[in-house]
């Protein structure tokens, strides 16, 4: 169950900067931008990586938004399933949708169903520093066939903190990153607890991402391997 979670994306978005005039974003600048991500188990194993491309740029006033195809694969390379993210800032600040956070191969799951959702987005200020706390998240999801609930979801982010600013080495280059950390709480057919830590970089988005069990040990992390324009 943790893994309906933190694909990272946590995966990824698990995700990168728009930079507009006046409403910069964490995610590049360019359409069809890809973003190549690996994930690892905890032993440091290859478990799988996902591809984000930027497929669109819109722009009005005060605000910028991204619409972004992100695909998952096995370990095998075997596509696990597709989903579209957005990603938004208005007024200065930065929203992630919190669907970055769901594994395509469990939304799939439910594809043919209907899908209602609450919330759903994470707030990032462009303007943050070590020891800044940010706003809390949560995402709320009903999924129903003919009329009839078949299931509920929710995912709650607290605990949010602006750790550090450090510098991230990965095969995509070296980046100036915030390392944000936080906990996570997802609530389906049984509860699961997990702590995270990710680092960011301006127009470039997740860099890294590790997340923990609910006792501190390592479950599996992300790595950004590839950005090509």
């Known amino acids: 169950m943790k893994h309906i979670l933190l694909s990272t994306v946590l995966g990824a978005f698990m995700f990168a900067g728009i930079v507009a005039q006046d409403c910069p974003m964490y995610y590049p600048d360019q359409e069809?931008?890809?973003?190549?991500?690996?994930?690892?188990?905890?032993?440091?194993?290859?478990?799988?990586?996902?591809?984000?491309?930027?497929?669109?740029?819109?722009?009005s006033a005060g605000s910028?938004?991204?619409?972004?195809?992100?695909?998952?694969?096995d370990a095998k390379g075997k596509s696990l399933g597709s989903v579209t993210l957005t990603a938004k800032c208005e007024n200065g600040v930065?929203?992630?949708d919190m669907k970055n956070y769901m594994s395509?191969?469990?939304?799939?799951?439910?594809e043919d169903m209907e899908m209602t959702i609450e919330g759903g987005n994470?707030?990032?200020?462009?303007?943050?520093?070590?020891?800044?706390?940010?706003?809390?998240?949560?995402?709320?999801?009903?999924?129903?066939?003919?009329g009839m609930t078949i299931m509920n979801m929710s995912v709650s982010i607290t605990n949010r903190k602006v750790e550090a600013v450090e510098n991230i080495t990965t095969p995509a280059g070296t980046f100036?990153?915030?390392?944000?950390?936080?906990?996570?709480?997802?609530?389906?057919?049984?509860?699961?607890?997990?702590?995270?830590?990710?680092?960011?970089?301006?127009?470039?988005?997740?860099?890294?991402?590790?997340?923990?069990?609910s006792d501190g040990k390592l479950a599996g992390s992300t790595l950004l391997t590839g950005?090509?324009?």
């Open 32 to 59: 069809n931008t890809q973003m190549e991500y690996k994930q690892y188990d905890k032993k440091g194993n290859l478990s799988g990586s996902s591809v984000q491309k930027i497929i669109a740029i819109r722009k």
């Open 64 to 73: 910028t938004e991204a619409e972004i195809a992100s695909e998952h694969f």
């Open 94 to 96: 930065f929203f992630i």
């Open 104 to 110: 395509p191969e469990s939304m799939e799951s439910y």
């Open 122 to 146: 994470l707030e990032m200020p462009w303007t943050m520093k070590a020891g800044d706390v940010l706003k809390n998240g949560d995402l709320k999801m009903s999924f129903a066939s003919g």
């Open 176 to 213: 100036e990153c915030y390392k944000i950390t936080y906990d996570v709480a997802t609530k389906m057919m049984i509860n699961v607890k997990m702590k995270a830590t990710e680092w960011y970089a301006k127009n470039v988005g997740m860099v890294k991402s590790e997340s923990y069990t």
């Open 227 to 229: 950005l090509k324009k």
